[in-house]
């Protein structure tokens, strides 16, 4: 278990909303002391949670979650649930402003309860084909800002290290929760990909189980370790740094690049330069060049194409008990763009066997990146 | 390896295109015989083929495919390659009228240069993290109708009958392909999902390795028959029929059932009730129910919401050599739409983590299937 750490330099404060959800706030440097309101709302008390069932063919828990069904979709401008409360509407988050806050999500793939039983899943019955589970464990929100208009590549770099806080305290705080296996940070961008909310914001996954492709990777890493003994993220990341044709950017602390086999049209992994299991792991100086070149990343992918660009970005973190020394921290963004006004699906190649199909020549996508007049963050 | 049987009754007719590629006619019984015309196009000779590159991280092959950036998307109607061909056009099909067509694909995802050498992928280099292999197979394209305006659910269960020959003929043909190892035949239906052409038409690709999914399944079934003795597909089978709750339709040969741990919103699995490994191996009486029940299964996820059903229709076949009486065929039936007008986007968590969510209650998607008023075939 990591060691747990108070945040770094924003100012942690933490309510309850009115159906007992948790909801924190992260200010910047320097704001002044917040006394948090009250929710004014009144809510639903929240009393089932997601089932978890075995899908004993693929070998993977599958969250079903049929109250998600009834969940906030594409609202009017006015009654964004992410938006600071004015006098006039009542949001999901009390305050008349925010920096960056995170709350637990009101219609999560998972969740505790507090009166609910807590700890590691159920062993599977092998002879049973329908092997169920309570869906325990974690969904939070996080804004980004309070700005409806903007993203998070509008984001200034000072803002991104508040956030870098949160997402900080959040795996430190969710690695000692007892049903949570591995904590998965990301965004989903873009209404082309289903985003059900244009304000700026990502989410959080406190998975009780440690995710498919995770556990892939680990398997792999396990077994490269013990063919020749060194790690193969280390590995990977070193022989994209030696070709160099797929570098995007390198810096003293990060490197980004497009990996040689790419599945998505547009795909940037961002590793940091030297091993670490997750973000609480990373230095100062390592954070503050992640402040700035993780914007420099998201712009560099925007600014390929003339249109606006739908991308999910999520972090790799270990999982929170165990192969810690086996996993590397690195983020990974795709976008299913693949020129101006066309996506990439995943059709019955992809969707039902698995297998990938790229379009584009990873090589050829590094040099447009590469390439791309930004602003620098 | 299978058998090699000539195709059931319908009448197979098999020509080139101008560029060289197969193309091979299945007329409905008691047509009349069929002198191919010539192709009258100019084409550029085929001299690409698609790269696959190794995921050293996932343990998978990825097939960088750049030359399909160029493919035909949703061409003008009078320009459809995929209708029979008019003095005015000349499409992909050079007659003037076909029943089911089968041509290999002007933009593959995989595929054998008639020059190239043949024969098993290279084994990977553990310590190289750059490994690449030509991107040898094939792929082919199948027309179900010269009728541009209808759909496979709109089918005749005669014509679907021509079409099981045809896709019993080219599971036949491929598996005896040097470079092939799976045999996987689907049909990508709806723009919603990308499809680029809206004939209605389906996929054959002849992968040079076992898809992801595909040995995802055997692993699980090779450790449950070592563990108890039985196979886990049957017993699968078994564990719906006995629930009951999620079965949609069961015949005499046949049985259709929304799967315990469903991961879409519209999900349909389709079994034989004895295990067989693949199309061919299929009795008379099984391919007549077949043909009928196939129609009702899509007749009935069409009814269930009031416009257009995108859908993914996959055929999961033994490997054509290896783990032939591990495997059992059936048919996966895919749906993306959870409520009209709303499709389920993959977002960070299945596409980053392969972790699923599903909004839907299985028991509830099965009830309205069996519900559901349709013609019958």
């Known amino acids: 278990m990591p060691p747990l750490r108070e945040h770094r330099r924003a100012t942690k404060t933490v309510t309850h909303l009115a159906d007992g959800r948790e909801l924190i706030y992260f200010d910047d440097p320097g704001a002044p002391p917040r006394r948090p309101r009250a929710d004014r709302r009144e809510l639903p008390s929240r009393d089932t949670i997601p089932e978890l069932r075995w899908d004993a063919l693929a070998g993977e828990w599958v969250s079903v979650a049929a109250q998600r069904q009834d969940r906030t979709y594409l609202p009017p401008e006015k009654e964004c649930p992410l938006d600071a409360s004015t006098p006039e509407y009542a949001s999901e988050i009390p305050d008349p402003g925010y920096d960056v806050v995170v709350f637990e999500n009101r219609f999560p793939s998972f969740a505790t309860l507090p009166s609910a039983p807590r700890g590691p899943l159920p062993a599977i019955r092998p002879g049973d084909m329908l092997n169920r589970a309570a869906g325990r464990g974690r969904c939070e929100v996080v804004c980004f800002t309070s700005d409806h208009h903007t993203a998070f ?225």
């Open 153 to 377: 590549s509008g984001l200034s770099p000072a803002r991104v290290r508040t956030l870098l806080d949160a997402w900080i305290d959040r795996t430190e705080q969710l690695s000692t929760h007892p049903d949570i296996e591995q904590v998965f940070i990301f965004e989903n961008r873009g209404r082309e990909i289903g985003v059900t909310l244009t304000h700026p914001h990502g989410q959080i996954y406190g998975y009780p189980f440690i995710a498919p492709h995770l556990r892939a990777q680990l398997d792999q890493a396990r077994a490269y370790e013990a063919s020749c003994g060194r790690n193969l993220f280390a590995d990977t990341l070193a022989a994209e740094v030696a070709a160099g044709e797929r570098v995007v950017q390198r810096g003293e602390h990060w490197t980004a690049f497009v990996p040689f086999a790419a599945r998505w049209p547009m795909e940037v992994h961002l590793y940091p330069n030297r091993q670490v299991p997750d973000l609480p792991a990373l230095t100062e100086a390592e954070l503050d060049e992640l402040s700035r070149v993780y914007l420099a990343v998201l712009r560099r992918l925007e600014a390929v194409f003339d249109d606006t660009l739908p991308y999910i970005a999520g972090w790799h973190q270990a999982p929170v008990r165990r192969d810690r020394d086996l996993a590397y921290l690195h983020l990974q963004v795709t976008s299913t763009r693949r020129a101006p006004g066309k996506l990439k699906y995943l059709a019955g190649s992809e969707s039902a066997m698995g297998s990938f199909i790229n379009d584009m020549q990873p090589e050829e996508v590094a040099a447009l990146l590469r390439d791309a007049k930004i602003v620098e963050p």
